[in-house]
């Protein structure tokens, strides 16, 4: 199988299981997030893959080849870490000509490559900067050229762009993505930020207490969540308690939703809707009637907070809605069934 | 943040306590021994004040020249000795549980305890022909009968390399545990192995504090005095060893002072030296 394959991957620290029993199989030229939040086992995951960590029990293959028990600078995998880890004695060029001049490459050539590889992220005639010179963001292209000079089979990041600033993140997110696509190489970021996995992922790899809670592609995740860890995760949701009644029918917080249906044979089940499929409308007109506690304008959307029965549900809308409600106004909230996703709690 | 200069003379009062101490128990007597260095020493008694060029004049004799270049090149061996020795066990110690490295220190921090007399005997008697070494040889059959080690050059090297052998881990601890653990991974995911990792990653980025430890060891390995008695033959004594030779035994103070002086000096300019390399690599 062309990929890399991950087979009942454990990893155990003392008595705590940071990565349970995952496997995984990534074909070629995949962008893969592993998205988490902190202790998830996602870097651990990821640490195993590049053979920094030596997993507990299970077999990492690639291309079909077990690479369980080969060392890391045998694997010659492409590596961002966190803090870049970028070699401060050395100059932006040589940082980049590391791997090759390892491998005893000539001077020339070692050159050759450097440019080549920092005209790709974007920084040409940066090769003689000491490094301790270079902004933020030129530090992470530096890092990423470095890890790109070997042209390895597997491109791992581990929360590149943690050290950036929310402005600048966005933006190499876009240029990882495109530099991915263009290299055609298989790569896996880890991150916590479901954005930056929405951005760049062909596959989304939820993760939660050291198992997969949901590996999709990014849309599926947000629209259909696997469970209500996922749901909560990714993005913000309103997750409400349904029960069945006699007819089958799902009724959230006492009232029945038109066209909604737990599956045969659950009685209660979390119910995960986003906030912007939320709608208000006049008292009476939805599922449920609930008093505005809370108006969060801020500008290009609005989120409104309703209580109902002890439950605050959220409802974001757009200033083109018009939904002029302020705290205190009693309002009908619209819970479109086709919106609805039953999801296990 | 940027802090404000001091303005008032009230400002400067923390540090009148300081400028005291230093004045009376540095610059005094640093100034006394300068001063001493340009007397005539007086055979009836101790010196006469004066100012005559005659000690450096002496100083500058093949035979002392030949006790300086010796003390140098024994300080530079100790200095190159204990950070070979320490920076490759100081770099495995940071590795370790902080149980571990806890315990570690502990027994350096108690090296320092012992005085430089007791190294000195302690490694005599280790190295001595009677209850050395050697007779454990003998008793494993590697050797005929016990030898005496000692005085020898290789006995003197090794008594001072155990002496500032802690103070080298000690001074590169801190800077070894704050390097960054994923420079060297970094390293091995591009194709280093875990000893190339160390050699050409580690050993360059710490290329200051290495630097730094060698002078540091060098200055101590240079005022060591009772360490190249003890365990060596005449020929092995330093220039500190000269120093309290005369002042003490021959009550040539003026002489001695002008030793100590010199000293004194070529240390500064190698602390200079440090410093101006120092800097040139922080412009770069």
Redesign the interface.
Known sequence: MSGLAIQSVTKRFGDFNAVDDVSLSVPHGTFVCLLGPSGCGKTTLLRMI???EEPTAGAILLDGADITGV?????????V???L?L????SVGDNIA??LR??GAPKDEQKKRADELLKLVHLPGFADR?VAKLSGGQRQRVAIA??L??SPKLF?LDEPMSALDAKLRESMQVELRQLQQRLGITTIVVTHDQREAMTMADLVVVMGEGRIRQAAAPIEIYRKPADAFVADFIGSTNLLQASADSAGRATILGSAVAGLALPSGVAKASVSIRPEDVRLGAPGSGAVDGTVTFVRDLGATIETYVETAGTTIVAVTTPRERVDVAAGDKVGVILPAESCVVVKS | MKREPPKTLADYTPLFFPAVMLIVFFVIPFSTMIAVSFFRRDPAGFYKPDFVFDNYARFLSLFFANILGFSLMLAVLVAIVCVVVAFPFTYLLTKQSRKVQTIWLVCLLSVLSLSEVIIGFAWSTLFSRTAGITNLAVWLGLMDKPVALLPSFGVVLTGMVYQALPYTILVLYPALVRLDPTLTEAARTLGSSPVRAFLNVVLPALRNTVVATLIMVFVFALGSYLLPQLLGRPQHWTLSVHITDQAIYQSNMPFAAAMAVFLVLISLALVGLTLLAGRRENAL
């Open positions: 590049a053979g920094l060392p890391t600078h045998k694997r010659s995998f492409g590596m870490f966190q803090s880890a070699f401060p004695h050395l590391y791997a390892i491998r000491p470095r890890a000079a070997l791992l």
